[in-house]
């Protein structure tokens, strides 16, 4: 199986380790990075491609690492080419992005994975286990944290713009949204409040969401960008 990454930062670096730790291979990267790009592609002996059509024609799965606002044109021109797809979180900036994306893999009939990295992580895992064999009663309230600083680059931070990240909520409190329906269900209502304020220096977006699932199950959803570096907590 030959795969064929889409950008080559922090995630596209991290998604590449993993994929060399399988049977897979890395067959190329689609990116305009004159440092990273050459660095991932000496490592894992392939190729970098001007693009994704380029790179088509030479893989099997189509690993999507680029910004939120990106993924949905990434999407539709891999399904068009009849390609499997991964996704990085979130799926989408919109719901109608979203949906079109879904779509578009549906009716291409291609297998298309949205890369939420927590359902894996092994001490989730196993509690989703217990609760699916009963072995802790039924969920009836889930309380969920997940905060750390905003994220930082030297240049061209999209997670600070807001049309193109979505902000925390959509980019950090998506792990624990998905988790939380994951264990409780489908979502019947939500109530959520942000709160983002720009001091001198610093950027602080933090926000509570609470989903009453059809269960009747309430998970309670707290994420922060607004804790001093480098500190993460969860």
Same mark, same amino acid.
């Given at each position: 199986?030959?795969?064929?990454?889409?950008?080559? *930062?922090?995630? *596209?670096?991290? #998604?590449?380790?993993?994929?060399?730790?399988?049977?897979? /291979? +890395?067959? @190329?990267?689609?990116t305009k990075d004159t440092v990273t790009g050459p660095k991932l592609a000496a490592q894992y002996q392939a190729q970098i491609y001007p693009d994704l059509p380029a790179m088509l024609v030479d893989v099997d799965v189509v690993d999507i690492c680029t910004p939120t606002h990106l993924h949905e044109e990434m999407v539709l021109t891999a399904a068009a080419a009849k390609k499997d797809i991964l996704c990085e979180k979130p799926l989408a900036r919109t719901l109608?992005?979203?949906q079109r994306m879904i779509a578009a893999c549906a009716a291409a009939g291609v297998k298309f994975m949205v890369a939420h990295v927590v359902r894996f992580f092994p001490e989730y895992a196993q509690a989703k286990a217990q609760v699916a064999a009963g072995a802790i009663g039924k969920p009836a309230?889930? =309380?969920?944290?997940?905060?750390?600083?905003?994220? &930082? &680059?030297?240049?061209? !931070?999209?997670?600070?713009?807001? /049309? &193109?990240? *979505? *902000?925390?909520?959509?980019?950090?409190?998506?792990?624990?949204?998905? $988790? %939380? =329906?994951?264990? %409780?269900?489908?979502?019947?209502?939500? $109530?959520? &409040? !942000? +709160?983002?304020? !720009?001091?001198?220096?610093?950027?602080?977006? #933090? @926000?509570?969401?609470?989903?009453? #699932?059809?269960?009747?199950? +309430?998970? #309670?959803v707290e994420g922060s960008w607004a804790y001093p570096p480098p500190l993460f907590r969860t």
């Open positions: 199986m030959r795969i064929g990454i889409v950008g080559t *930062g922090f995630m *596209g670096s991290a #998604h590449a380790a993993a994929w060399a730790a399988t049977d897979a /291979e +890395i067959a @190329g990267f689609v109608e992005q979203g309230v889930l =309380r969920l944290t997940r905060g750390t600083f905003q994220p &930082k &680059k030297a240049a061209n !931070n999209w997670f600070v713009e807001f /049309e &193109k990240s *979505g *902000g925390m909520m959509l980019d950090l409190m998506i792990h624990d949204l998905d $988790y %939380a =329906r994951w264990i %409780a269900g489908d979502v019947a209502t939500v $109530y959520a &409040k !942000n +709160i983002s304020s !720009n001091f001198v220096g610093a950027n602080v977006d #933090h @926000g509570l969401a609470i989903l009453t #699932h059809r269960s009747g199950a +309430i998970s #309670h």
